[in-house]
Antibody, heavy 125, light 107 residues
Framework: QVTLKESGPVLVKPTETLTLTCTVS??????????VSWIRQPPGKALEWLAH???????SYSTSLKSRLTISKDTSKSQVVLTMTNMDPVDTATYYC?????????????????WGRGTLVTVSS | DIQMTQSPSSLSASVGDRVTITCRAS??????LNWYQQKPGKAPKLLIY???SLQSGVPSRFSGSGSGTDFTLTISSLQPEDFATYYC?????????FGPGTKVDIK
């Protein structure tokens, strides 16, 4: 069974650093047709893409949050880790990890085909 | 970054209605457009990828069309389980931007 599961603190204080882990099963982080993204959703609001890591370790970040984010992976542990520094109450959200998959022989079209259940992170003193 | 807009932001419809949601990109994204459905308290679910390809297991009443900057998600006959929020998302360039969502509720 192919799954992703987020883990991390439910509560962080302002200015602290958030560390979230996405543990995947049923597929390998070394598969060239797949990558993993972190996406968040503040309560009642829209989805916001944060960061992505591909099988070749290529990384990309949200332009607006780039200075605060770091994404990494440990293929042997099947884990992708996101750190976000200097947390603020506006960062309160459900944080999802999702598999980014490409279809077709030429691997042209990419989409988020599998998602974790998400983890709600509240930023409050 | 590419900006995505959706219209309407919300709509009320009845079971059996034909529903159309529009998504627009701030620049051409060819067919690099995906649609997701999200129900309260749940993770999004992929419906359509590459603008018009139906994800495996998704009912055929869902369809997508468009290319360039303008896209449409159509539900041919709304079912009770389709009341949810729908998001478009571009995969043309890094940023992988989502639209603001369209909430479909019961009339």
């Amino acid at each position: 069974q192919v799954t992703l599961k987020e883990s991390g603190p439910v509560l962080v204080k302002p200015t602290e650093t958030l560390t979230l882990t996405c543990t995947v099963s049923g597929f390998s982080l070394s598969n060239a047709r797949m990558g993993v993204s972190w996406i968040r959703q503040p309560p009642g609001k829209a989805l916001e893409w944060l960061a992505h890591i591909f099988s070749n370790d290529e990384k990309s970040y949200s332009t607006s949050l780039k200075s605060r984010l770091t994404i990494s992976k440990d293929t042997s542990k099947s884990q992708v880790v996101l750190t976000m520094t200097n947390m603020d109450p506006v960062d309160t959200a459900t944080y999802y990890c999702a598999r980014f998959y490409c279809s077709g022989g030429s691997c042209v079209y990419w989409y988020f085909d599998l998602w974790g259940r998400g983890t709600l992170v509240t930023v409050s003193s | 970054d590419i900006q995505m807009t959706q219209s309407p932001s919300s709509l009320s419809a009845s079971v059996g209605d034909r529903v159309t949601i529009t998504c627009r990109a701030s620049q051409s994204i060819s067919s690099y457009l995906n649609w997701y459905q999200q129900k309260p308290g749940k993770a999004p679910k992929l419906l359509i990828y590459a603008a018009s390809s139906l994800q495996s297991g998704v009912p055929s009443r869902f369809s997508g069309s468009g290319s360039g900057t303008d896209f449409t998600l159509t539900i041919s006959s709304l079912q009770p389980e389709d009341f949810a929020t729908y998001y478009c998302q571009q995969s043309y360039s890094t940023g992988f931007t989502f639209g603001p969502g369209t909430k479909v509720d019961i009339k």
